[in-house]
């Protein structure tokens, strides 16, 4: 597939760039370091159910226009509705199951999906990388769970850090609200790599091709088994794991697969 030019969706918070089955989606507001205001989830929420069902697309890049992939919540947006009858409880509810959803979204997207991080990703924007299948990270990348500095603990944006990297390392990010370091948070595994500084675009391109290669019915699979299993009990997990595997082996990419390989040839995939 050749490319496509650059589309902004309707809302022109986001880009999306088709390539050869690779999407990269850029937030596409820099004014506010992309935070994630309702509208930006939202927006965020419609492109990533449209990916989903886009049998052209292999893989998602995820990345941020200007100084940040997104510095979290939209807190002009939360304090604005502090004026609200309700202090703004209805609103902080729906915003926060919107995230919710979002991260979900993110975890059930039939594709793989990579972070490329330049800048910050502080609380929410913490969170949005942690929920990527993979991420990489320029070298002067600086990440944090800063909600604590403004009297709100990052509760949710622990989901999903929680689940990326140690609960020690998680626990420490958020209880001292401090930035750290690409190099320090690659220790922590919150990210796959650290690259020269405007370089984490290019190669998390880079290792979207190498896996684009792949079948996507295989990809897809293995995805959704690698999360249903991952915080079950072992007999639980490895029971999951197989009916992946059996799954698997009835597509269609997996006779093919194994035939090529069996042949000493390169594999034919389905669309």
């Not at 299993?229 to 059996?246: C, G, S, T």
Request: charge should be neutral; charged fraction near 20%; aromatic fraction near 4%.
């Amino acid at each position: 597939m050749t490319a496509s030019s650059p589309a902004a969706c309707p809302s022109g918070l986001l880009r999306r760039e088709d390539r050869a089955g690779i999407v990269t989606l850029t937030l596409m507001a820099p004014q506010n370091r992309n935070a994630l205001s309702l509208a930006m989830i939202d927006t965020l929420i419609v492109a990533l159910a449209d990916i989903a069902k886009d049998e052209k697309v292999r893989v998602v890049v995820l990345a941020g226009e200007g100084p940040a992939l997104s510095a979290g919540h939209d807190l002009r947006e939360i304090q604005a509705h502090r004026n609200d009858p309700d202090r703004g409880r209805a609103f902080n509810e729906q915003i926060m199951a919107r995230c919710a959803t979002l991260m979900q979204a993110i975890v059930a997207l039939p594709k793989p999906i990579i972070a490329a991080v330049e800048g910050v990703a502080t609380a929410a924007g913490c969170q949005l990388v942690a929920a990527c299948d993979l991420a990489i990270a320029g070298e002067r990348a600086r990440f944090g769970l800063s909600g604590v500095n403004n009297g709100l603990f990052c509760s949710s944006p622990l989901v999903a850090v929680g689940r990326a990297v140690s609960r020690k390392h998680a626990m420490e990010m958020a209880l001292t609200g401090g930035l750290y370091s690409a190099e320090e948070v690659e220790r922590f595994g919150l990210v796959n790599r650290v690259v020269p500084e405007g370089r984490a675009l290019d190669e998390a391109r880079a290792l979207a091709r190498t896996i684009a290669v792949h079948s996507a019915p295989a990809l897809a699979i293995g995805k959704r088994a690698f999360y249903e299993q991952i915080e079950q009990p072992l007999d639980v997990a490895y029971a999951l794991a197989a009916k992946a595997m059996v799954d698997n082996l009835a597509e269609p990419d997996s006779v093919e697969g194994m035939a090529a390989f069996l042949e000493k040839r390169q594999p034919r995939w389905g669309a």
